[in-house]
Structure formats: structure tokens, C-alpha cells
């Protein structure tokens, strides 16, 4: 279980310097972290981990990650924003 503290110390870590992964991330952890199942969370938390380089490409949809756990909260963040 994560903490309103957990929540803004990842809404941190999801500033990223790279705007197009920042507008991804940051309205992401704010709205649609807390709703989330613990494993789901967990995999967001993973992802943070990772190199912008990668996120870039996961999340421009040029490349999908090997990891399928990686590859499930893309799937999720990119379902959030794109229209059906």
C-alpha cells in the first residue's frame, strides 16, 4: 500500500525533464495511481526505474518493452490517453 507521502515522492520522480514522457507521468500519478491495483502500482514504480531513453521509445510506441510487466503498465498509461 502506498502512502499520499509514496504518491508524492513518485509524482517527483515522474518529472522527467523530457516533456512528452512529463505530460504522460505526472497527470498520470496524480489522477490514476491511487486507482490502481497494488500490482499494477508496483509495475508503475518499476517503470520509473527505467532509462528515458526506453520510456521514449515505449511510450512513442516505436518499440515495446521485453519485460511483460513493463509492457503492461505502457499498455495502461497509453489506454489512459489515447481515445477509444
Do not use: H, N
Amino acid at each position: 500500500m502506498y502512502t499520499e507521502e509514496d504518491i508524492r515522492r513518485l509524482a517527483w520522480q515522474s518529472r522527467r525533464g523530457m516533456l512528452e514522457l512529463d505530460v504522460l507521468f505526472v497527470p498520470f500519478v496524480e489522477e490514476a495511481f491511487r486507482g490502481l491495483a497494488p500490482d499494477d502500482q508496483d509495475r508503475f514504480v518499476k517503470l520509473l526505474a527505467c532509462e528515458d531513453q526506453d520510456l521514449f521509445l515505449w511510450f512513442m510506441q516505436r518499440a515495446v518493452p521485453e519485460d511483460p510487466d513493463l509492457a503492461r503498465i505502457v499498455k495502461i498509461i497509453l489506454e489512459r490517453v489515447q481515445p477509444a
